[in-house]
């Protein structure tokens, strides 16, 4: 996937579709990195974020069914999508690597 550059709030969000699997629609994924980041996410910026995702090919969407409890609305639900999942592997792999080669003496001798 060369030259498709993935921003860190990018892969958090790309992670947690992939953690929510077929519940992934906005608010959801927003209370879901609130929680884990512990602190407030902006609905907005979420939303704009998977829309971009969705264009770089990286999710697909579709409708779920409407409820009663949404006004008979449907929820937008994200999935990840094969490019999706080899980006965030390869990311992963970057990360791990650079991981592995940091010296222990980088961080004062503690543990890494």
Same mark, same amino acid.
């Given at each position: 996937?060369?030259? *498709?550059?993935? !921003? +860190?709030? +990018?892969?958090?969000?790309?992670?947690?579709?992939?953690?929510?699997?077929?519940?992934?629609?906005? &608010?959801?994924? &927003? %209370?879901?990195?609130?929680?884990?980041? $512990?602190?407030?996410?902006?609905?907005?910026?979420?939303?704009?974020?998977?829309?971009?995702? $969705? +264009?770089?090919?990286? &999710?697909?969407?579709?409708?779920?069914e409407s409820t009663? +409890?949404?006004?008979?609305?449907?929820?937008?639900?994200?999935?990840? *999508?094969?490019?999706? $999942?080899?980006?965030?592997? %390869?990311?992963?792999?970057?990360?791990?690597?650079?991981?592995?080669?940091?010296?222990?003496?980088?961080?004062? !001798?503690?543990? &890494?």
């Open positions: 996937m060369k030259g *498709t550059q993935l !921003g +860190e709030f +990018e892969e958090l969000i790309l992670l947690t579709i992939a953690l929510l699997y077929d519940d992934a629609y906005s &608010v959801a994924v &927003v %209370e879901e990195l609130a929680q884990r980041l $512990e602190r407030p996410m902006s609905l907005g910026a979420v939303h704009r974020t998977m829309q971009r995702l $969705e +264009e770089k090919g990286l &999710v697909q969407s579709r409708f779920g009663a +409890e949404r006004g008979g609305r449907r929820k937008r639900l994200f999935t990840v *999508t094969t490019a999706g $999942e080899q980006i965030l592997q %390869e990311a992963r792999k970057v990360r791990n690597d650079l991981w592995a080669g940091i010296s222990k003496a980088a961080f004062g !001798g503690g543990v &890494v």
